[in-house]
Every structure is written in structure tokens, then in C-alpha cells.
């Protein structure tokens, strides 16, 4: 199974295109395979207990969706569920009458060099860019180098020198040599998606 890190990168709101497209053009340097478009897209429901229901879709797991709820404490455990494609439109249909918090959709550009499977999107929020994620999939021969490795990656090819402080509070906790399964994956997304929902609210509070 490839371990997948996801990266917040942190930049201004206006730059995001213009930053995206020097990754991109960083990559394709390398001659790459160019991979299908990829997609992220988030829903949260928020029900009437004030508990936020998290649905996921990623184009790398069509058949599935994922599901969590919102942790009541940092300290909690995250558990994610994993159903057929069909319960997005079940849970979809019975979350109907509760409040629905926000959707945040992630588009991209994928593609494959070696090892590496290299996905760079935007966030975006009702068609307003809100974000810019890099996803840098590998597969290692060797849980023990799979982190040196794919900082090095980001760093040298990508430019990021900063690397570590974009990766999500999940992943600084979990062990170096830990096997990633795509919940890992969905669990980052999540992450980083809540941070952006922490900071698009203090934005509000400070508008109000």
C-alpha cells in the first residue's frame, strides 16, 4: 500500500493560481506521466445535536465513500467509515433536513514519476479558491525511509522548504514506519478542510 502525505501549502488566497501552476510546471520539468484529473469533494452536515457529520469522495476510491464524525475533543479518535458509493446519496437524502454546514471540492492535476504519484488542487468553496494541497503518494519497498523520502521529494523537486509544517497534525503523530490505509488518507483531508473551516469562521467574526 503507497504512503500518502498530504501538504497544506500556505499562501495568500490571490496567488493560489499562479502558485499552483509553478508546481505543476516544476513537475512536468521532470517528465512525468500526466494521470487523469483527480477530486476531492467534502460535505458537512451539521446535525441538530451540533454534531458535524463528514462525508468524503475521492476520485482515487470511486466506489467508495467515506464517512466520520466530527471528534468532540483534539484528544479523541477519529474513526472512519467506508461504504459503498451509494450511501453518499442514502446519507445525503436522510442529512437533507439538517443544516449543511459548507462543501469544499478539490480539483486537480495528477501525475506519475518512479515511485511517485504527485497530485497538486485547489480548494475551492462555492466556486471561490480557498486552498492549495499537494498529495504525494509512494511506494516504498521500506516503511523506514517512506518520510525521508518523500520530504526530500518535495523539497527538491517542488521547491517547499517548509515541508514539515504543512503536513497535518495527524500525520506528525502517527509512526514513521506505520502502514497508511486510504482512511490515512481521507483522515488529512479532513484536517487540513477543518482548518480552513476554523479560519474561514474567525474571518466572519472579524467581518461582524
Partial sequence: MPITYVFKISIAIDQIP???????????????????????QAVVFQATNQTA?????????SSTCFSLIEPSTP??????????IGLASLQRRILDGEKKALQLDLIGSAFK???FQI???TITQNSSNRGLLVEISY??????????VIIEFVESHLGLSNSYEMLSNYVKRKAPTANYTPEDTIIQY???????????????SQIN
Fill in 18 to 40: 499562479q502558485f499552483r501552476e509553478t508546481l505543476e510546471k516544476r513537475i512536468q520539468a521532470l517528465k512525468p506521466r500526466q494521470l487523469n484529473q483527480f477530486q476531492v
Fill in 53 to 61: 457529520i463528514h462525508q468524503y469522495l475521492h476520485s482515487d476510491y
Fill in 75 to 84: 484528544q479523541q479518535e477519529i474513526k472512519v467509515l467506508t461504504g459503498d
Fill in 113 to 115: 514519476l518512479g515511485d
Fill in 119 to 121: 497530485k497538486i488542487g
Fill in 139 to 148: 511506494c516504498a519497498s521500506n516503511n523506514n525511509d517512506a518520510y525521508g
Fill in 190 to 204: 479532513y484536517d487540513h478542510f477543518n482548518s480552513l473551516r476554523s479560519q474561514t469562521s474567525q474571518l466572519r
